[in-house]
């Protein structure tokens, strides 16, 4: 009960605004369709940006809402001028900035392995998200 009065609408805008004009840039990622394989793929394009912005010491982060919330979606659709055929399925905005703290993750030990489940390519962006959820179970 108490989240409702924390993550109000406005308070959410205010964070995104203010996260958006801090970046350097904003990346849209965009299939035709909406679909696993397309899912697949946008995955994929995600994982070769991230590595690569790492790689260059740009950070990225997920804006999650305008993809989300189906009535944003829209307007966004709109807004950027996609096609009936197009789809925005990922937004990350990017920039120079302190690192964050990581996410919580259990020791490799732990860990089953994926390899023999799954052929190297396929081990990409959503691939391993969703090979990991099928071995984990999480």
């Known amino acids: ?43 994929r394009a995600y994982e070769r940006f991230a590595l690569v912005a790492t790689q260059r010491g740009i950070r990225n982060a997920f804006i999650n809402q ?17 096609s009936a055929n197009e789809t925005a399925h990922l937004i990350v905005r990017y920039g120079h900035g302190p690192l964050g703290p990581y996410s919580l993750r259990r020791p490799l030990t732990r860990s089953k392995s994926v390899h023999a489940l799954i052929s190297p390519p396929t081990i990409l962006g959503l691939g391993l998200v969703l090979a990991n959820r099928l071995i984990t179970g999480m």
């Open 1 to 43: 009960p108490l989240m409702r009065f924390v993550l109000t609408p406005a308070a959410q805008i205010a964070k995104d605004t203010k996260n958006l004009r801090s970046s350097a840039g904003i990346a849209v990622f965009i299939g035709t369709g909406d679909g696993v394989e397309t899912w697949l793929e946008i995955g």
């Open 66 to 82: 305008p993809i989300e919330v189906r009535d944003l979606r829209a307007q966004l659709h709109s807004a950027i001028g996609l």
